[in-house]
Structure formats: structure tokens, C-alpha cells
């Protein structure tokens, strides 16, 4: 059998939009931390598309942050933004969290997508209209809509 050759994350969200798995998403600039930081705390998590290097896999069971140490390109692999700092973004992979250098960040993130349920919006203290407001200031578009 062929290996997974994944799903495009549009794709895979415009599909958990239809099932009403999730009521909402929207994609973020990548290249903008600013903006992908923002939704990640109104969120409380973005997905992230990455070109994952050849060595992530090795710096992930030795427990040390991804960094760029001239590996090529392995694959992609789609990962969950959960916590910054100035030096080093968390995410979640593999079951475990993981750092990255910001220097990794800009440079093998491809995209990034905010999506969730009002009511996680609720829950991490945000409204949906605050959500989508700080997509759309991107210039990136949201869909789903905000009902009563």
C-alpha cells in the first residue's frame, strides 16, 4: 500500500465544517507570529502545515527543541500550536509537546489555520465576533457565522 499522501488542511476543515464538527476556520498568515499568536490564545490552539526537516524526529525523542541544523526536508506533517515565548513556540505532536525555534517557525511553517466551536471560543474567554475579527484584520476570511 502507498503511504498517506495527506489532505490539504482547507480540504480537511471545509469537511469537518460540513460534518459540524467544528462551527468555524480560517487561515492565518504563517508569516505574521503577531497574528498566528493572537488566534492561538483566542483559540487555545492553530494548526500549523509544516516542512518537517529530516532530523525532527530524532530531536523529538531526545526532548530537544526543533531547529534548523541544515537536515533536508522529510515531509510535511500538520502539528498544534499551544503556547509561545519570545525564543521557542510549543506545539503538539506525536502525542507529546514539542519546541521549536522561532527560527524553525519562519522557516518551515507553510500554513496556519484557526477553527474551533463558539462554545470553545466561549470557554477560553473569547466571542466568536472577536475571533473572526481578528482573522478577518489579516484579510484572511472565516467561515461559518455567528447564530443566536
Not at 45 to 65: I, K, S
Not at 86 to 106: K, R, S, Y
Request: net charge negative; with cysteine; aromatic share 10%.
Amino acid at each position: 500500500t502507498p503511504p498517506d499522501q495527506g489532505v490539504a488542511n482547507a480540504t480537511w476543515l471545509e469537511f469537518c465544517y460540513r460534518q459540524g464538527v467544528v462551527e468555524w476556520y480560517g487561515e492565518l498568515d504563517p508569516s505574521d507570529p503577531d497574528e498566528v499568536h493572537a488566534a492561538m490564545l483566542a483559540c487555545r490552539g492553530v494548526l500549523v502545515a509544516v516542512r518537517l526537516p529530516a532530523d525532527a524526529e530524532a530531536q523529538f525523542e531526545a526532548h530537544e527543541p526543533w531547529s534548523i541544523d541544515g537536515a533536508g526536508i522529510a515531509g510535511g506533517h500538520d502539528i498544534l500550536l499551544v503556547r509561545y515565548s519570545p525564543d521557542a513556540d510549543t506545539f503538539v505532536t506525536w502525542g507529546a509537546l514539542q519546541e521549536a525555534t522561532v527560527n524553525w517557525d519562519a522557516l518551515c511553517i507553510t500554513d496556519a489555520w484557526a477553527f474551533g466551536t463558539k462554545e470553545d471560543a466561549g470557554r477560553a474567554g473569547f466571542t466568536f465576533a472577536a475571533i473572526k475579527q481578528t482573522i478577518d484584520a489579516a484579510g484572511a476570511t472565516v467561515v461559518g457565522e455567528e447564530t443566536q
